[in-house]
């Protein structure tokens, strides 16, 4: 067998957008940043040499203004925008066109409009970067009808579930984890495609279910390889795309183990790991042994100092004490 | 601009639409009153001149983008007014299923990027297409329609701003119709002019008035040319007048019965054209008499269509989220 080289996640995301944007003229890139620069954590590097400023367009910063934008021009049909969203914390400044617009023009035009568009950003805290640079609200997409949500963990998911994403003809939030552009992982140079809708189970176990998100992924897997030396088998699932769920995939791994543990950097309340303990107590209720635990960070904003921070991201401590109290 | 020079048929089409949506508008006034039309109804009337002026210079293949009070750019862009009537009733048959209602009437296949329940919501939707029609190389414009109220909104600015660096095709046209809802242009904003915001973004600023149609389509016309020559953005503000409340059923409290009935009285764009019309000799009483029935009977037709039509099924409630199948469970119903 070939072996795969190995590359970080920002460059697997790299070459996604280029291959996509080779491959379809439609495929503009935009944002704050993308250009010259590169994008602030090296995603769209090169991409301006090789495509030009017609095709990887800098941004004023006026998110409503380019996310709106990328909204209308994905609605003739005249090009397939990839734009960029620095921080997911700046969404409320371009809500409007992301929720009320790309979300609601298919329904409420009856259907007549595709809105193919893609909004890359990024969330996850860990860098002291405050209250308004770290923050995971994939949970206020996921909220709204009309939004495809991904967020993938690995570069290998990274680069082909960006990949499907541009050529998907739905609005796509393409949620990034600071924390992970950096880590390398085998990702083939050819291009391929990983479906939306297909959780991938990262670990098999037979004891306990952990259903986590982003780096809490890699987190998770951590707990799982320590606790299994000590003979505890934990699933690891990964759903990747939160619109749409992989149901099926969730609901067999709890059905299998009996046990749940959710992990997720998002808010405690009305947030993507009440969800997933809700679709468990509604849809496979009797198969649980044990009440479902679920790991966030408390409900305050993140702090700055890395004293607080560390105590606020869910730790892999908090991770395997959760496991122990559900087996 | 002087009638001669633009030829009759444009003419006659820019009177039949003027018509159009005022036969239209009032209709729908009395179906709403008769609780037919659910929902909320802003109406064009005393506007008309605005959008036929402007769509007059318009293609098929060219976009627009259109506020809550957008039925009279929908009728002027070329839009069904069967389809649309069954839509402000909540009909399968309506242009959007049903889904959609008065304000959010859209048909992309005649470039209208659709009606828009936010104020300023649809500006870069405008700049989009704008961008669209540029990296593909094609003449085509885009004309975003919003109301003096929408441009103190960031959309205004952002999307200007952006369709100004770029130089893209696009026509930013402010109906100011002296209110947003309740609140006069001069509680607004401390400017004489939405014009004159132009300026902040060096791109030309005109104002014309908007109960002539003539001039509101020689502007147009300089505008929109000058987006197809690939020079840019130009605003252009209208000054309009509603004469309606801002919804149907608004007690308008905040101005007086005497200034609507001037404005109705001196300002009627359909009377002030038809002056001009029969005044040059382009067209007789009998012409423009032939228009009012002809349109009278198309109206009443579509309201029949709207009545007749059935109501959505409920498996339709879950239908038109997403249009790419996918893995995965798409619409959550617990």
């Known amino acids: 067998m070939a072996v795969v080289r190995e590359i970080t996640f920002a460059q697997a995301l790299n070459e996604a957008l280029d291959y996509e944007m080779a491959k379809d003229e439609k495929v503009v890139v935009m944002g704050e940043d993308v250009g010259v620069y590169g994008g602030i954590y090296g995603v769209t590097a090169g991409l301006y040499d090789k495509y030009g400023p017609e095709r990887v367009r800098d941004t004023p910063i006026a998110e409503s203004g380019f996310i709106g934008t990328s909204v209308g021009a994905a609605a003739t049909g005249l090009l397939r925008p990839v734009v960029e969203l620095m921080f997911i914390d700046f969404l409320g400044v371009a809500y409007d066109q992301i929720y009320n617009q790309a979300a609601k023009m298919r329904y409420m035009f009856g259907g007549k409009a595709k809105i193919p568009m893609v909004l890359r950003t990024t969330c996850g805290a860990g860098f002291s970067a405050a209250a308004q640079h770290s923050q995971s609200l994939h949970a206020l997409f996921v909220h709204v009808p009309g939004l495809k949500v991904v967020m993938p963990s690995t570069p290998y998911d990274a680069k082909g579930l960006l990949i499907s994403s541009i050529e998907d003809d739905d609005p796509v939030v393409f949620i990034e984890h600071k924390g992970l552009y950096a880590i390398k992982g085998p990702v083939p140079e050819e291009p391929y495609s990983i ?91 009797d198969a649980l042994k044990a009440p479902v635990k679920i790991i966030t960070p408390p409900a305050t904003p993140v702090p700055f100092s890395p004293a607080l921070e560390k105590e606020w991201i869910p730790s892999s401590e908090k991770i395997e004490k959760a496991v122990r109290e559900v087996l | 601009m002087v009638v001669e020079e633009i030829p009759k048929e444009t003419l006659l089409w820019m009177y039949e639409t003027m018509v159009k949506i005022r036969v239209h508008e ?12 659910p929902g909320f109804v802003h109406l064009y009337v005393g506007e008309e001149a605005v959008a036929v002026g402007v769509m007059a210079n318009l293609r098929k293949d060219d976009f627009i983008t259109s506020t809550h009070r957008g039925h009279g750019h929908y009728i002027a862009k070329g839009g069904c007014i069967e389809a649309s009537m069954a839509e402000l009733f909540g009909k399968k048959t309506g242009i959007c299923k049903g889904k959609g209602g008065s304000m959010h009437i859209a048909d992309l296949d005649i470039g209208e990027l659709g009606a828009n329940g936010i104020v300023g919501g649809g500006i870069p939707h405008a700049v989009g297409a704008g961008l669209g029609i540029k990296l593909n190389g094609l003449d085509s414009v885009a004309v975003a329609f ?88 130009t605003l252009i503000e209208v000054k309009t007048y509603r004469f309606r409340g801002h919804f149907e059923g608004d007690p308008e409290v905040y101005r007086s019965k005497d200034e609507v009935e001037w404005w109705k009285k001196n300002k009627d764009p359909i009377k002030l054209f038809e002056e001009k019309l029969l005044s ?51 619409v959550w119903q617990w």
């Open chain 1, 195 to 285: 479906p939306l809708g297909e959780a991938d189970v990262k670990k098999e176990g037979k004891d306990v279910t952990i259903v986590a998100t982003a780096a809490m992924v890699h987190k998770s897997l951590e707990v799982a390889k320590k606790l299994e030396e000590e003979g505890i088998s934990v699933e690891v699932v990964d759903p990747r795309t939160l619109v749409p769920l992989d149901v099926d995939t969730i609901l067999n791994s709890i059905k299998k183990t009996g046990r749940l543990v959710v992990v997720d950097e998002g808010y405690p309340r009305c947030g993507f790991a009440t969800d997933i303990a809700a679709l468990a107590v509604s849809r496979a209720f």
């Open chain 2, 280 to 330: 040059k000799g382009i067209a007789t009483k009998e012409e423009l008499d032939a228009i009012w029935e002809k349109v009278k009977r198309e109206i009443e037709d579509a309201v029949k269509f709207a009545e007749e039509s059935p109501w959505p099924t409920k498996e339709d409630v879950v239908e038109d989220v997403f249009s790419t199948p996918t893995k995965g469970v798409l």
């Open chain 2, 146 to 233: 919003f109301g003096e109220g929408a441009s103190n909104q960031q959309n205004f600015h952002e999307g200007i701003n952006i369709a100004s660096i770029w130089k893209l095709p696009v026509v930013f046209v402010c109906e100011n119709n002296l209110y947003q809802i309740s609140l006069p242009y001069s509680k607004q904003q401390a400017i004489k002019s939405v014009a004159e915001r132009g300026k902040a973004y060096g791109i030309p600023g005109v104002a014309v008035d908007g109960q002539d149609v003539l001039a509101v389509y020689e502007v147009a016309k300089e505008a929109i040319e000058r987006a197809r020559r690939g020079e840019g953005p």
């Open chain 2, 26 to 37: 009032e209709k729908v006034a009395e179906l709403f009153a008769q609780g037919k039309i």
